[in-house]
């Protein structure tokens, strides 16, 4: 099969797959010809708000102050307690404050919802619930370090969804995902030991017993989140194993509408994972410590020629900008497809690409070179003349939006969905 056929097939298969989970926060079809939203344009890249559960879903209550066995409205429970009476269809409030996590974070174990009646994990409306690990400072890595999760939604999980919670400082990854079809949406996600967001489907290493293709799981998705300074710079890993959002393996994972920043290894890394999906993020400043490799976007992971992991990455419609080192790598990774993205003054490569890395409709600006390699189609470089934006400021909601009018309008992170860059 042609890299243009799988590129085509997989598109098909995320849109079936994920059409009903979007519809059911926010009335959009995944991959619909018209933009989820007002206007003629489509989605602009970066996170959307996210609209609470409505209060009248709730079926369990956690108070940081929370007691006694009701876990009701009127009565909540501590946090732990709620987490043990978790069933399909239950939605857990979280009352507003702090709620420490310590030596052990909260695991799902392989608890499974259903399309029809996801398990929702949820700050309390028009509140806001931060769950808090003991790594605050330098000095909190002295001695034995513990290594827990916030939440760690377990392998054989499913439809299982944390929405509107921040989660800090914790001994492990913020949030790890080993299940299939579980969403992480509306959170902030900073100053963790290990990476912001982490996703693990399966065995990665091709010489292991335990390794299978497909991956057994996968299917998840990463939406409308900040993630943040998430950091191993005092681990003996020295900054190069906490991404904003990792896919250390899996099948058809998801990564969309992120603010992905400072954190110390890279933005978003797909590593050995398969057919995963990055769009419309904002990624930037990534890269520190000694070790911190510092790419925005990281496509792949596998150097071995027959690599039957780290395959098919698509990446679409995400700004770049100012990290340590390359704006989007595909790393080894096999038939990657790099389209209507912009990178902006990162330190080293704008875009690099392998022999079959297709690099389509993209925009680059003030790298160390703009691009290397992989399959080059109508990208700014390859046109006359340099792209002027509507603004270099970004807080600005035109940052780094082609001017009007100019050749290189429908390229880059703004382009208009066409076929190249369609999701």
Request: glycine letters at 14%.
């Amino acid at each position: 099969m042609t890299s243009e056929l799988r590129y085509t097939s997989v598109k098909l298969v995320w849109r079936v797959s994920f059409t009903i989970l979007a519809f059911f926060f926010t009335g959009c079809r995944v991959g619909s010809e018209e933009p989820c939203g007002n206007g003629p344009e489509p989605p602009r890249p970066g996170p959307r708000p996210v609209a609470a559960t409505p209060l009248e879903r709730g079926t369990l209550f956690a108070a940081p102050d929370g007691s006694g066995e009701t876990c009701s409205r009127e009565a909540p429970c501590d946090l732990r307690t709620a987490f043990a009476k978790l069933e399909p269809g239950s939605v857990l409030f979280l009352r507003g404050g702090v709620y420490p996590i310590r030596e052990t974070g909260l695991h799902t174990g392989p608890l499974k919802g259903a399309p029809e009646k996801p398990i929702i994990i949820e700050s309390y409306p028009g509140e806001w619930a931060v769950l808090e690990g003991e790594y605050q400072s330098a000095e909190d890595y002295q001695g034995e370090h513990r290594y827990y999760y916030g939440i760690r939604i377990d392998a054989g999980a499913e439809y299982i969804y944390v929405r509107r919670l921040e989660v800090r400082y914790m001994g492990n990854a913020g949030i790890g995902i080993g299940g299939s079809h579980n969403l992480v949406e509306g959170c902030e996600l900073h100053h963790n030991t290990y990476s912001g967001v982490e996703i693990y489907g399966g065995e990665w290493r091709e010489d292991s017993p335990g390794f299978v293709l497909s991956y057994p799981e996968g299917e998840n998705l990463v939406r409308d989140n900040v993630i943040h300074d998430n950091a191993d710079i005092y681990m003996s890993t020295l900054g190069d194993s906490a991404d904003g959002v990792s896919i250390v393996s899996g099948r058809g994972n998801r990564v969309e509408h992120n603010r992905v920043y400072g954190n110390s290894d890279d933005g978003i890394d797909t590593w050995r994972s398969n057919d995963s999906y990055v769009a419309y993020n904002l990624v930037y400043e990534n890269g520190r410590g000694e070790r911190g490799n510092g790419n925005g976007v990281k496509a792949g992971g596998n150097p071995d020629t027959e690599a039957k992991t780290g395959l098919r990455a698509v990446v679409v419609h995400n700004l770049a900008w100012e990290n340590r080192a390359r704006g989007f790598d595909y790393n080894a990774g096999k038939d990657v497809t790099f389209a209507c993205n912009t990178a902006y003054r990162n330190a080293t490569y704008g875009f690099l690409g392998g022999d079959d890395t297709r690099v389509l409709r993209n925009i680059a600006v003030g790298n160390n070179p703009d691009a290397s390699g992989g399959l080059q189609e109508e990208n700014s470089w390859q046109k006359e003349g340099t792209p002027r934006f509507l603004s270099t400021d970004p807080n600005s909601p035109d940052f780094l939006r082609p001017v009007p009018g100019d050749p290189f309008e429908n390229l880059g992170a703004y382009a208009l969905s066409q076929e190249d860059c369609n999701d």
